[in-house]
T-cell receptor, first 113, second 111 residues
Framework: AQSVTQPDIHITVSEGASLELRCNYSYGATPYLFWYVQSPGQGLQLLLKYFSGDTLVQGIKGFEAEFKRSQSSFNLRKPSVHWSDAAEYFCAVGGAAGNKLTFGGGTRVLVKP | KAGVTQTPRYLIKTRGQQVTLSCSPISGHRSVSWYQQTPGQGLQFLFEYFSETQRNKGNFPGRFSGRQFSNSRSEMNVSTLELGDSALYLC??????????FGPGTRLLVL
């Protein structure tokens, strides 16, 4: 069975500081990995995805993520956060077309001025 | 291109009633998936439709059903509503199932 773990429920970071959100997954085949962001009362916005190839992927809003197969991890990073990055972030794993997305529990990011 | 749209955005129902939620995918997308989001259970997959056929189904009771039309629009129905069905229901569309783009959701409150 596929599963995703986001160990950090809440993270508080100062504006301008770097951010790293952890994600560990379990999947029996080659995983498709995603990071989504959700602002209060909104749907999910896709930040980036990894299917294959270069293990460091770039996304929107200055985010990047690194796939490490040996550690079953797909951590999200941003070098310098902005107040507008305050939101909840979800890591998800899926497979071939038609396979469901399995989400982690989410990490809520608070940005201090 | 317009994004995924969901109607209605907010809904209040009472226990025992039924509800139908609608989702219009991004133009050209043929796959529509539905998810339920609650504070306690997080994001859970309900089902996925592709070309009017249910291709995958999550672990929800039969009260939850869906369908997809020839124009790829999808509806989900919940019959005999329970208090625990209160949630944000999210629809996502994709070309054929890999990268899913989400709509704003329908927030359902069951009283």
């Amino acid at each position: 069975a596929q599963s995703v773990t986001q160990p950090d429920i809440h993270i508080t970071v100062s504006e301008g500081a770097s951010l790293e959100l952890r994600c560990n997954y379990s999947y029996g085949a080659t995983p498709y990995l995603f990071w989504y962001v959700q602002s209060p009362g909104q749907g999910l916005q896709l930040l980036l995805k990894y299917f294959s190839g270069d293990t460091l992927v770039q996304g929107i809003k200055g985010f990047e993520a690194e796939f490490k197969r040996s550690q079953s991890s797909f951590n999200l990073r941003k070098p310098s956060v902005h107040w507008s990055d305050a939101a909840e972030y979800f890591c998800a794993v899926g497979g071939a077309a038609g396979n469901k997305l399995t989400f982690g529990g989410g990490t809520r990011v608070l940005v201090k001025p | 291109k317009a994004g995924v749209t969901q109607t209605p955005r907010y809904l209040i129902k009472t226990r025992g009633q039924q509800v139908t939620l609608s989702c219009s995918p991004i133009s050209g997308h043929r796959s529509v998936s539905w998810y339920q989001q609650t504070p306690g259970q997080g994001l859970q997959f309900l089902f996925e439709y592709f070309s009017e056929t249910q291709r995958n189904k999550g672990n929800f009771p039969g009260r939850f059903s869906g369908r997809q039309f020839s124009n790829s629009r999808s509806e989900m129905n919940v019959s005999t509503l329970e208090l625990g069905d209160s949630a944000l229901y999210l629809c996502a569309s994709s070309v054929s199932g890999e990268t899913q783009y989400f709509g704003p959701g329908t927030r359902l409150l069951v009283l």
